[in-house]
């Protein structure tokens, strides 16, 4: 990763982002996964998928800047209007899962994987088990309030022309590039452009991270994801409509301790609503149990 003067490098862009955000995509990722009308079409992978979803989605309509490290610089739309070309594209979980199977796709010792994905990617189980298993084990790092700063949720999306470690363009590009739906930049990258790092001009990537809010970020995720419309979760409504319904979450939870117990969070909210009437969601659920443990 390197940069020129006046530009800032994506990578640094998604540090901070990342720290900022991948607890919020967590619990986002918890809500969309349990929600009635979740599609499978819309399967995103872990909570650090959605995170970088998130955060490329938020670029996809910028400049971008690919700087060399002998000082030269190509300026690049990050999607190209009325196409599918994305420069910044991923494959789909399930192709990601597939491409992970052969090692003439993932490389000798996963050597594709790891430079494409970072050791940070796992393939996805991809049973209905295994996605309810990713459930429990995310809400659980919501709930208990963990550093995810040294939780180590993988990625199981795959990167086609940048290397996800470093945001740079990759030098040689991944076995399934040749399968991009619209390959428009593996075909006109200048040669010696691979091996850039993609950067926004500093004035540009001062102006995006001004733009950064929750509420920006809950307007892209309807449209990353269409088929589950999420509560609005501004302050007043968290106060005076969910969270309204922490204590009584909160005094049925101890009532019913050794029934809740070994439930996973969705089964805890099928057992409160069907038994004792109360309809709520995760959020509420989790904020009954902080409360409960703070003693509160």
Not at 51 to 76: H, N, P, Q, W, Y
Not at 186 to 193: D, W
Not at 236 to 246: C, F, M, N
Request: charged share 25%; aromatic share 10%.
């Amino acid at each position: 990763m390197f940069t020129l003067e006046g530009y800032t490098p994506l990578s640094s862009l998604w540090g901070m982002f990342e720290e900022r955000y991948l607890k919020w995509c967590c619990a986002r990722a918890c809500e969309l996964y349990t929600a009635e009308h979740f599609s499978r079409d819309d399967h995103f992978g872990s909570p650090r998928d959605l995170c970088e979803d998130m955060f490329l989605a938020s670029l996809s309509e910028l400049r971008l800047a690919l700087c060399t490290t002998k000082g030269s610089v190509l300026e690049i739309d990050a999607s190209l209007s009325g196409t599918n070309a994305k420069l910044l594209q991923k494959t789909a979980v399930m192709e990601s899962f597939h491409i992970a199977m052969f090692e003439d796709e993932a490389g000798p010792q996963n050597e594709w994987l790891i430079r494409m994905g970072s050791p940070q990617f796992r393939e996805a189980g991809h049973t209905d088990g295994e996605v309810k298993q990713w459930i429990v084990e995310y809400a659980l790092l919501v709930e208990l309030e963990a550093d995810f700063h040294a939780v180590n949720i993988p990625f199981h999306t795959l990167p086609y022309l940048f290397e996800r470690q470093s945001y740079v363009i990759a030098r040689n590009f991944p076995p399934w590039s040749k399968d991009m739906w619209d390959d428009h930049y593996e075909r006109n990258l200048p040669e010696h452009y691979r091996g850039a790092s993609i950067c926004l001009k500093e004035v540009l990537a001062q102006h995006w991270q001004d733009s950064l809010s929750e509420t920006a970020l809950r307007k892209g995720l309807g449209r990353l994801i269409p088929s589950v419309i999420l509560e609005d979760s501004s302050h007043s409504l968290r106060k005076s409509g969910r969270l309204a319904k922490v204590p009584e979450a909160k005094q049925l939870i101890q009532s019913f301790e050794i029934e809740l117990e070994d439930l996973t969070a969705k089964e805890k909210l099928k057992f409160l609503q069907e038994r004792h009437g109360l309809k709520i969601g995760l959020t509420t659920l989790r904020a009954a149990y902080r409360k409960l443990r703070d003693g509160k």
